[in-house]
């Protein structure tokens, strides 16, 4: 559980109680909306339940506002055509570290646009679409170890959170 899951927990938890104690104190006097409308508009509130209001409703803002931090640029770029091979990948948030890592970086097929994997089984070292379309393996290692360089070059103002894979 991360801490904002903690503290919306919190504020749900103090909220929902408060609204109980709310609803239970002005229980007998709901005879109907317009009824309970005039009776909050004209109740005499402790302080203490109205600070209560206040400083919840601003703890959940603050946290609602603090929650969506700007995203690097560099998630929106998953994928990049390289030397003429297209090749994709997805970012992770390591909860850990706090760093982004590169996952699934896998070449695309030239020929069909399937993903290119190795078969460890197979005896050509290449890596296969499931169309039968392959590239060398060396010359695909390569390639993708250049594009990691360029990826690296390109986001160098973000090196202190991105993990690349080793090739």
């Not at 508009?41 to 609602?64: D, N």
């Not at 091979?85 to 399937?114: A, R, S």
Request: proline share 4%; aromatic share 14%; with cysteine.
């Amino acid at each position: 559980m991360t801490k904002r899951e903690l503290y919306i927990g919190t504020i749900t938890g103090v909220a929902g109680n408060f609204v109980y104690a709310l609803i239970e104190a002005l229980g007998e006097k709901w005879d109907g909306l317009w009824v309970f409308l005039k009776n909050v508009i004209t109740a005499q509130i402790p302080l203490w339940y109205f600070l209560v209001v206040v400083a919840t409703a601003c703890l959940i803002v603050f946290l609602m506002l603090r929650g969506k931090k700007k995203q690097p640029a560099f998630l929106m770029h998953t994928e990049e055509e390289y030397m003429g091979y297209k090749f994709q990948w997805v970012w992770k948030l390591n909860e850990e570290t706090g760093h982004y890592e590169m996952n699934d970086f896998w070449p695309i097929c030239p020929q069909c646009g399937l993903q290119l994997r190795v078969d460890q089984y197979d005896p050509i070292d290449a890596y296969h679409c499931t169309n039968g379309h392959y590239v060398e393996l060396d010359r695909m290692l390569s390639l993708k170890r250049d594009l990691l360089h360029k990826l690296q070059r390109d986001n160098n103002e973000y090196a202190s959170i991105i993990d690349y894979p080793d090739l």
